[in-house]
Antibody
Framework: EVRLLESGGGLIQPGGSLRLSCAAS????????MSWVRQAPGKGLEWVSG????????YYADSLRGRFTISRDNSKDTLYLQMNSLRAEDTAVYYC?????????????WGQGTMVTVSS | QSALTQPASVSGSPGQSVTISCTGSSSDVGGYNYVSWYQQHPGKAPKLIIY???SRPSGVSIRFSGSKSGNTASLTISGLQAEDEADYYCSSYTSSTTVGFGGGTKLTVL
């Protein structure tokens, strides 16, 4: 069974840092690009960042470039999102998603999400 | 502000058809055939129901169909069922090598 499991969310103070992880199973992880998508409480989906299967190419939403860093460890079948200088508006459920084909194609598999709350 | 524009809500009675629009620009929806649609039930992760404008993943009901004309993509749900009540989101690849999502449409089955 293809599965994605996020972890690392929690309550963090403004200005703090957090690293999210997404453990993949059931498919050849290195063959597929991955992305992070977030959803603020009661709001819509927002694409955050993407990374190629090899990890050599990364993509970011313009509004987040410079604060967030996406990476992957194909030896551990794990995707990461390093989030720095966190703000209240970063509060959201963060989903990792497998890309069907290409680097920024459709997201055919989603994790259950991990909640990040930025508050003092 | 979302990159793509969707109606906030649509509704229909069981058995009817509804169409949800997704309007972008020539830099996203109109420029590429990489439009996807997702269904999200409350408290659940999104589920891919249409990719590449009009293709359906394996296991998705044939009642869901997609199309595109110019800068506007559309999702049509025919033979509405109670279980179709959910939020629906469109997305598109953009010329900035990013992915844009619509603001989402809440479908109510009357």
């Amino acid at each position: 069974e293809v599965r994605l499991l996020e972890s690392g969310g929690g309550l963090i103070q403004p200005g703090g840092s957090l690293r999210l992880s997404c453990a993949a199973s059931g498919f050849t992880f290195s063959n597929y690009a991955m992305s992070w998508v977030r959803q603020a409480p009661g709001k819509g989906l927002e694409w955050v960042s993407g990374i190629s299967g090899s990890g050599a190419v990364t993509y970011y939403a313009d509004s987040l470039r410079g604060r967030f860093t996406i990476s992957r460890d194909n030896s551990k079948d794990t995707l990461y999102l390093q989030m720095n200088s966190l703000r209240a508006e970063d509060t959201a459920v963060y989903y990792c998603a497998k890309v069907d084909y290409g680097d920024l194609g459709s997201f055919d598999i989603w994790g259950q999400g991990t909640m990040v709350t930025v508050s003092s | 502000q979302s990159a793509l524009t969707q109606p906030a809500s649509v509704s229909g009675s069981p058995g009817q058809s509804v169409t949800i629009s997704c309007t972008g620009s020539s830099s996203d929806v109109g420029g590429y055939n990489y439009v996807s649609w997702y269904q999200q039930h409350p408290g659940k992760a999104p589920k891919l129901i249409i990719y590449d404008v009009a293709s359906r993943p394996s296991g998705v009901s044939i009642r869901f169909s997609g199309s595109k004309s110019g800068n506007t993509a559309s999702l049509t749900i025919s033979g509405l069922q109670a279980e179709d009540e959910a939020d629906y989101y469109c997305s598109s690849y953009t010329s900035s090598t990013t992915v844009g999502f619509g603001g989402g449409t809440k479908l109510t089955v009357l």
